[in-house]
């Protein structure tokens, strides 16, 4: 969970995940929203892979980037769990 909350807590990547919200999204068309150097994006990139926020499936020669919800949820859900019942 640590890996979650560590790549959450850079904007660049909580801008990603809002991206791909709407839908998978090529590399490419993700740092078409930056203006970044593809090696700084390609770290914010495994930041998100490692902490299984994202998911990447190779089309030919690009990576598309799908969310996963699932963690993101299951984040949430253990961050609510934290909370003191009695505030």
Same mark, same amino acid.
């Given at each position: 969970m640590?890996?979650?909350f560590e790549a959450l807590s850079h904007p660049v990547r909580r801008r990603i995940l809002a991206l791909l *919200?709407?839908?998978p999204l090529s590399a490419g068309e993700l740092a078409g929203h930056?203006?970044? @150097? *593809? !090696?700084?994006? %390609?770290v914010h990139f495994n930041k998100l892979r490692d902490a299984e926020l994202v998911a990447v499936e190779r089309?030919? @020669?690009?990576?598309i980037y799908h969310l996963n @919800? %699932?963690?993101l949820e299951e984040a949430l859900a253990g961050l609510l769990s934290l *909370?003191? !019942?009695e505030t």
């Open positions: 640590n890996a979650v *919200k709407d839908g930056f203006d970044l @150097t *593809k !090696p700084t994006l %390609s089309r030919g @020669t690009s990576l @919800t %699932s963690i *909370k003191d !019942p």
